[in-house]
């Protein structure tokens, strides 16, 4: 056993399936098996479960891990990042980016938070280096048990408060296309539809001052447009960098894809985190429905 | 009722029911009318008059002298009714002696439901006075109607009778109602000459009438359509100052332009009124070559004429001329200017007929044939006469005993006739008539008559050995009595189901290709490359089947009417022929070194103007020499190829033919074009110094990423070879399904699904059919077919292919044929009528065949499937080609056949490509049917070994008792296997 333990931590990849301390730190309720971890939260509480080990400075990692949370309210924190994980009635997969500072540090943790008493379930962990040059990061909707996606979510303005009402981010079957599989669906229900509606993903890794693709599948109900939007992310006081990338659509599936010189750190100082976020966004003008699939994010140079 | 008719008349309203009919008062003389006189031998062409001294309405009447009783068809321009309401047709007219007239309304609409004419016709008998007439019908189908009144030969019956028009009325009701023109005011464009040849400037005539009771300013816009490009040009607007009850003439001049085909239209407004003018035609030509070639060197492209002269029944005039508004002379200057230079007669119509020749034995009347061969040399056009028209006699035709053969009587007495399957009897005349006329006629003509074709489609008539005693004759005489003419043999056609291949060999083993300098062929069964038998692969196979014999003999395209499609509706076929059916067939032709191609007939060259919705047969309308948009083709084809000779065809993508060749010259000239239905290409020519031309001729500018188009361009400049081979061809669809076939691998049931890469790149594609959850990934060479295959559990008969490059993807519905499977080994019974054992060695097929069939019956010799017969099916390359369904290389049949009732022996055929001295069969006969063993070594079948085969086999079945019933049972497929192997099921190795 042990010599696998070695080859393993020697080629990055930190198998964190035995969830035991020092590795793995837990407060607020959190019942650990051997690989899995489970939590019933109560409202007012903030259970957490933390990775307590340090990493390889100024390093990207890839947080893997399936989890359960049907009434949602569970949260990922990676580094800087905070997600909310949508809600999954059966185990969903989930991939996190994260770039560790020049000290190997970055916050890994998961907790539970609101007012709600919610149920949740985490296991099959693996965090390992990731090397965004030789790997194109893959969004895609196959194993996602839906009906929500887990590596998108409603952008804050279409999402409002909450509810369903201006449209829905789901997950449909893609029966129609080459691979099959399933797609992620954005539907607008609004009878006024904003200007567009966005669906942003969860950060995907970056190195500032190169150059990546950003492609994927996109099918629309009509003739209309689309958008990927390339965001490096908000801060106050801080320059914005976005990069938008509009196309047209149509009722057949399509592959469209751009190439994003992305900016230096220098001049874009949230890129230091070491990731970004990708926008899925459709123009209501047209269409109430696109539906996306394959959306790869790689490395040109 | 007057009053108001008056008001309407003054203020020029045209009202909705008003009188459809153009130029029904005949103020603009002949505009909008045509007029065909059927004329006796030598006759020439009366041009109709307009009498002022007589008429009902307005200043003049038509009158239509007929001294030489021609019979008369005047027609008028197409006007439009609404299906299903009653209409009265009514006219004025008189005439200076009795004569029977027929009157009436035609319509060439077709529907699904029925296809006949529409006629409403009555007879007439005009009287000495004005008198009107009419009668009500109700309007049909899509109500595109013209009136037509036709006197002068009725019965052949000479009626030498002049006859007045006027007022041609058509309006709405059961009942004739007073008499008004179209509207107040009337234009129309006439043109004295539709051909402007060369540089000519075209000399247009507007004509105008004011019926009202004010003065009127018109105005006319003339608008120009250029046929090609659908490009549309102001021709001209002007103001005419129009007096009450008064005409106006107007000439103008058409600057020179482009050359093709074009038409002109116009508006006229005046008095708040506004009205269309008839549409007219004109084409912008090359100057015609002058000279008359030698056919031993020059390839020109040819056309069949009977010279105007009159077919069949149509004009009840035996050998008389068909004046579309011109005499024979012009006639014939029309085709000149077309650039034709070589005229096939005697298939069609009365011209070098031999029953109008040799009137009786030895005796000849060279009077109409020393006209023709005068006129046609006058007009510098080489004649090639196909001697001997047909040799049948029909018979039955349809529901008629008519006798419409070209042969003269005593040659028909003592001639041998021979039965055939079609609707007339073959007829082998006696060898010293045909000697005779053989040698009268080149001893006549000696010098004057450049080719005889040794009559016309033999191979449906009489049989290839018969046939090839009267090459021998007619070859050996003409050669004596004109030793510069040429002798074409063959006319072998595939229309009517004829069939090349036996009825050539036959002319080869006997030798008669010694005495012909070319074969002639029709291909009427592989019109054009995209042909379900492409245009190409057959002449390849002619070639073929011919370098058994004579390697190095001129082949020449006799005959092609439909030059387009798969069926032969003449009326589909017809109006659907373009100009780049005839240019692709014609550079196809000489780019695959065929000497001379020629089309029928003559007057795919004119178009019926008058009745542009008439669907029918266009003969039948053709009212005036008006080019059709074929003629400047057939120009601008001859203006830069007659003379070529084939360098080499150039290999682009599937999809686009190339040819180089060199002109007359000696100068490199290439043609290309999209060979397909529907797909489309772009082209990139790269080079110095090129000349591009259009179909017409016209120069275009050299641009990257031009539409490859059906309409052939032609290129002039120099290394053709090296620009033409180095021109990208992209298709705007790189790839496509070709098609699907069931197989079975290893146990289970698999459906490949073939794909085709059109590009000049390799691809890579995925694909998935709807029915998997996995796709494929695949890569494609270019101009190649990859075959992908899927388990299939459940039994469906169609599919949707989902297929990706990656960037787009696409949807193919496709379907599954049900095949059927069999093993090496195993016995399949087939009903209870026969069954079969397939054993597959190392070395050969070995087939043993049981028939439960004791009644022998008649078989027909060179049809065995007529007949007591098993037939076997091969296809060595099943899952290959898959959107080809029909035979490719790689199929091949056997016919074994036990005795038949009516004498025939037991008898083993293969088809071409089956090495049939290698195959052993018996037949072994017995009380309730029969046994047939065979032994085909692979190597007969072209394979190295045992594989999955395409195989199928059919069971023909006769009775003896001649109820004529004949019935076939099929293991696999249908009874479409004699033409697609896409059902023949699968033979397994054990």
New interface residues.
Partial sequence: MRPIITLLLLSGFLQAGELTKPDWNWYGGWQINSDSARITHTPGTWPKLIYARSFKADTVYRLRFLYLAPEGGLFCRTGKYTAKLSPQKEFAPVDFYFKTDNQGKAELCCFTSGESPVHAEVKDISIEEFDGKANAVHLDFNRDPGPLPTSFYRHVRWERDGSDKLGTLTVVPADDHVDGGKAMRLKLLAQNPPKRINAVSLPVPVIPGRRYRVGGWFKADRDGKAQVIVDGGWEKGLEHWVSFNNFTVSPSWQHRSFEIEVPKEEKIAQLKSGVLTLSIGMFCENCSELDVKEITWSYIR | MKFILYVLLSTGFICAAENPVRNSSFELDSANYGVVRFARKGGGYLKPEFDTTTSVHGKQSIRFTNPKADMIEFLSAEFKLEPGKAYTLSWYMKSDKPVRIRCGVLSGDITPQSDAWITELRWMKPEMEWKRYSFSFRAKKYGNYFTEFRWGNWGQIPNAATVWFDAVQINEGTEATPYAPRATIEAALTAPERVCVGDAQMPLKIVAVNYGDADTTLSLRIMQEEYLTRAKTAAGELQLELKAQSVVHRNLLLPKGRYGHFSLSGEVTGNGSNDTIFPIHYARVFQPRSGIPDLHRETVLGVESSYGETAENQSFILGGFRGLETDQEGYMRFFRNSGIKLLRSGNNGDAFSWNLIETAPGVFDWSGTDRLVELANRNELAIMIVLGNMFYVRDNYRTQKRDLTRLPSFVIQNARKIATKMPWDGILPPYEMWKRYAYAMASRYKGRIAAYELTNEPNICVPGKDYADYIKIAGKEIRRADPGAIVVGGGITSDFGGIAGEFLSALGESNALDFCDALSFHPYASRQENSVNPARESLLQLRRMLTKFKPEMPLWNSELYYLWGENSDNKQVEAGTRPYHLAQRFLLDIGEGIKQTMYLPDTALIMHELSPSWRQVANFVLTGLIPSPLYPAHSSLMHFFAGSTPVERINWIRGTTCYLFRDRDGQEIAAFWNNTKDKKFKFTLKGEKLCLYDIYGNSLAVKPGMLLTQEPYFLRGHNLRRVLTETSVTPEQIYSITGSRLSISEGKRMLGIGVYNHGNVPINL???P?FA???QEITIKPQSENVVYYALSEECQQTKI???D??????WPVSINAVKFCRSHETTQVGNFFNFRPVMTEDALDLTIRVNDADRGPREKDSPWIGDTIELFFDTQPESRLDHPTYTRNVHRIFLSPASSNGLAATFQGTNGVNSTAVRWKITEDSEGYTATLSIPWSALGMSGPTQIGFDIAVDNADSLGSGKHTQKVWSGNEFNYKNRMRFGTLMPK
Wanted: aromatic residues 0%.
């Fill in positions: 995925k694909l998935r709807d959850k996995i796709s989902i297929i990706s990656g960037k787009e993807l696409q949807s």
